[in-house]
């Protein structure tokens, strides 16, 4: 059988290779899209039916929503 | 109704005003603009948001923060020093320890905190973190305070637990 590896000074094949990016996320530096933050960003949240089949004939945001940015209907 | 609270985060101590209901891990994040400590399930299942209070290990998802007015915090972003990274950092990196990194934080916050711990009560510890399918080994030899082992050939020697 033939050894594949190179040398250490070169590495590569038979080495492991460190990460790039573990220096950001063990320092807790990653940016993750739970940390994005842009001017005028607003949350979704996705309301939807509790019947398999049927028609919406019209829907009411509920009342303690302070700043609703939109809804559909 | 907020509240003015003092929290000593990684040395520095804030005052900042919270709401009662806020938790712990908002305020670092939001507030504090820390946000290497994560939210990963809010139920305090899965530990990505653990950090320190008093040196003890906390999910601060399930802490209010008002609960932690006075109380010296540890975070990620206190782990390393002037002088370099913690010896954690550094292990997780040297084996591979990680894969996105979203879990991690919690993950060495909890094992700062276990590695104090006298040898017998550290092996019977829960890990109490959920993590992604990182090689569990790995984390595990690091937080046992196994330094990694290896066999003639160089390679590794990998104990399954």
Redesign the interface.
């Known amino acids: 059988m033939i050894e594949c590896k190179t040398s250490k000074e070169i590495g590569g094949m038979g080495h492991?290779k460190?990460?790039k990016?573990?220096?950001?996320?063990?320092?807790?530096?990653?940016?993750?899209v739970?940390?994005v933050k842009l001017p005028g960003m607003v949350y979704m949240d996705i309301v939807r039916s509790p019947y398999a089949y049927a028609k919406i004939k019209r829907s009411t945001p509920p009342k303690p929503w302070p700043s609703l940015a939109s809804w559909p209907w | 109704m907020k509240k003015s609270i003092t929290l000593t985060v990684n040395g520095t101590a804030h005052t900042i005003e919270v709401e009662p209901r806020t938790l712990l891990v908002h305020a670092i994040r939001e507030i504090l603009n820390l946000t290497g400590t994560h939210v990963g399930c809010d139920t305090s299942s899965c530990g990505a948001c653990t950090i320190l209070i008093e040196g003890k290990s906390a999910k601060s998802c399930t802490v209010l923060a008002v609960q932690a007015n006075g109380k010296s915090i540890t975070t990620v972003e206190g782990l390393a020093t002037a002088e370099g990274l913690h010896a954690l950092q550094e292990g997780f990196h040297l084996n591979h320890a990680l894969h996105c990194g979203f879990c991690t934080p919690g993950m060495m916050l909890r094992a700062v905190e276990l590695l104090e711990k006298p040898q017998p009560q550290r092996r019977r510890d829960p890990l109490g973190n959920i993590r992604q399918p990182v090689p569990l080994h790995r984390i595990q030899q690091y937080r046992q305070g196994h330094s990694i082992r290896f066999r003639q050939d160089g390679r590794p020697r990998i104990a399954l637990h």
């Open positions: 492991s460190k990460r990016e573990d220096a950001r996320f063990i320092q807790g530096k990653g940016h993750y739970d940390d």
